[in-house]
């Protein structure tokens, strides 16, 4: 961006914009995953949807490429492109709660723990995320899932309406009464329709929920995951647990003669009677001796945040995913493999049980296209040290590999890579994926928010 341009969208824009010479602008580029070093030509905090509606205007006129950050925890870090423009929702943080009605309207630059911060003090919630740092806009475009999926279904199925800024500048409220297939779309379908503002999502009684860990040696992986696999699905909605290879952290509530030491497990949440918890998690009923077994009761948000100390901003990511209907015994074999390969300390692969009342959403009511997949699997490369970059890349994409062809094609959007195909990004939306391209052309034809995983419009 020349000098000329740069004094020009200062003058446009009520607030500031950050550019290179600035001494805000090493930090204002920085996202979540340490991997990314874009160099974007301009970060814009923008404080409402005014300040939205603007940018938009001055980027689209002026033939500025435009990115678009919430929460910045995008693995592929797509929040900032060398040389675009990122429109930053992150001063737009705020969640106002209507008890009666059971509501959340959450503002676009809102992390989860706002919003299980909020909604906690009147014994609500919404099932999204197991990290509260995850920018809640990202998330629920993606379609969301998290601890309370079994028992209440996917993000997008507790959201009621947006209030999206399209890239004509104009701004709609999209819903099931307005702009209908754009909420559809919005529902699954990244952000490729417009910048998000703000999100109004229907709340779901939880409390104090039962919190269970079970860790087991990882010669047992394959015994332990023909249980999992047979038991979750059939186990009532109030239990949910995703199972987790690891390198066991040295910190509590792990002993110490277990630290790093790579194991297999599921991390449990109960959301049944408390006085059951025990009972609901308890470790007789497993597969095999576990080497570790925890329960606690435990407020929501404390639950949604218990990995950010592991898993902080700064960190080196390359992670992939894949839907999963079941787990067939050459999955485990892969398992077992990489799992004794796991390069790094915080290096994992996760399981995510998407079943229970995300089956009970009619396949075709959002853009999510795998209302059939039982797991959402991700394999993450996660390290500190730059110097790791590649081991980590090579261990997640070797694992990925070879674990692909037995998962049902597609992906988890918010699990996909910076060098994903446009062929991923259709077997991600399977069916829905020719609907979304219409969609796409009605609201942003020219593609101006194509920083994303991309669905093109339709010709």
Not at 66 to 77: E, I, K, N, Y
Not at 229 to 255: C, S
Not at 328 to 350: C, Q, R
Request: aromatic fraction near 10%.
């Amino acid at each position: 961006m020349d000098g000329t341009t740069l004094e020009a969208i200062r003058t446009a824009l009520r607030g500031p914009v950050i550019a290179p010479q600035d001494p805000e602008y090493a930090e204002a580029r920085k996202v979540y995953n340490a991997m990314i070093d874009r160099r974007p030509a301009a970060v814009v905090p923008c404080r409402d949807a005014a300040d939205v509606m603007a940018a938009v205007n001055f980027l689209r006129d002026n033939g500025l490429d435009v990115a678009v950050r919430g929460g910045g925890h995008s693995g592929p870090g797509l929040a900032v492109i060398d040389d675009a423009v990122t429109i930053d929702l992150s001063p737009m943080s705020g969640v106002r709660v209507d008890p009666a009605a059971r509501t959340a309207q959450v503002a676009g630059g809102s992390l989860l723990g706002d919003l299980d911060h909020a909604a906690h003090a009147f014994g609500l919630g919404v099932p999204a995320g197991i990290v509260s740092t995850t920018g809640v806009g990202g998330l629920t475009l993606g379609g969301g899932h998290g601890h309370l999926t079994r028992k209440y279904g996917l993000t997008v199925d507790s959201l009621t309406s947006a209030d999206v800024v399209l890239a004509d500048g104009s701004f709609v409220t999209a819903s099931e009464e307005q702009h209908p297939d754009l909420f559809w779309a919005l529902r699954g379908g990244g952000g490729n329709f417009g910048v998000v503002t703000s999100f109004t999502f229907r709340l779901h009684p939880v409390d104090t929920v039962g919190l269970g860990i079970t860790l087991y040696p990882l010669d047992k992986i394959g015994e332990v995951l023909r249980w999992y696999r047979d038991f979750l699905p059939q186990a009532p909605d109030d239990l949910n647990g995703f199972f987790a290879e690891l390198v066991v952290p040295p910190a509590p509530p792990f002993p110490e003669e277990i630290h790093g030491q790579r194991m297999c497990g599921v991390v449990w949440c109960w959301t049944g009677d408390l006085a059951r918890t025990e009972e609901a998690l308890a470790p007789d009923s497993r597969p095999a001796a576990p080497a570790f077994h925890f329960t606690a009761p435990m407020p929501y948000p404390m639950v949604q945040s218990m990995f950010d100390g592991l898993m902080p901003t700064g960190l080196q990511w390359y992670w992939r995913g894949d839907f999963f209907d079941r787990i067939t015994d050459e999955a485990i074999e892969v398992h077992a493999k990489y799992a004794n390969l796991i390069p790094t300390g915080l290096s994992t692969m996760h399981l995510y049980p998407i079943d229970g009342a995300a089956h009970r959403v009619d396949p075709g009511a959002t853009a999510w296209g795998y209302r059939d997949a039982v797991w959402s699997g991700i394999v993450g490369g996660i390290d500190p040290d730059p110097e790791n970059a590649g081991a980590i890349k090579e261990w997640c994409v070797d694992y990925w590999s070879e674990l692909h062809p037995q998962s049902m094609g597609g992906g988890y959007v918010n699990f996909m890579g910076a060098d994903e195909s446009q062929d991923r990004v259709r077997a991600t939306y399977r069916d829905q994926y020719e609907r979304l391209t219409a969609v796409k052309k009605t609201y942003d034809p020219d593609n101006l928010f194509r920083a994303n995983q991309n669905i093109t419009p339709a010709a």
